[in-house]
């Protein structure tokens, strides 16, 4: 993410869509979203991404196996 930032990116980052890491030392995910509310163009649920990508129109290409 900070090399697309860097590049002059706006980055939105999918909060429900992450994996995270727990242990007794601390909650990964939760120091996760403190770091994406200060790095991140925004911090959005997986069902506001796709309802902004589906705004724009834009069309999925298909991948070859």
Do not use: C, K, Q
């Not at 900070?2 to 909060?15: L, N, S, T």
């Amino acid at each position: 993410m900070r090399d697309f930032i860097e590049h002059g990116f706006e980055v939105a980052m999918v909060r429900d869509a992450t994996a995270d890491a727990r242990n007794e030392e601390g909650d990964g995910y939760a120091a996760a979203l403190t770091n994406w509310r200060f790095m991140a163009y925004a911090l959005w649920s997986t069902a506001e991404a796709v309802a902004r990508i589906e705004a724009t129109g834009a069309v999925a290409v298909p991948v070859a196996a």
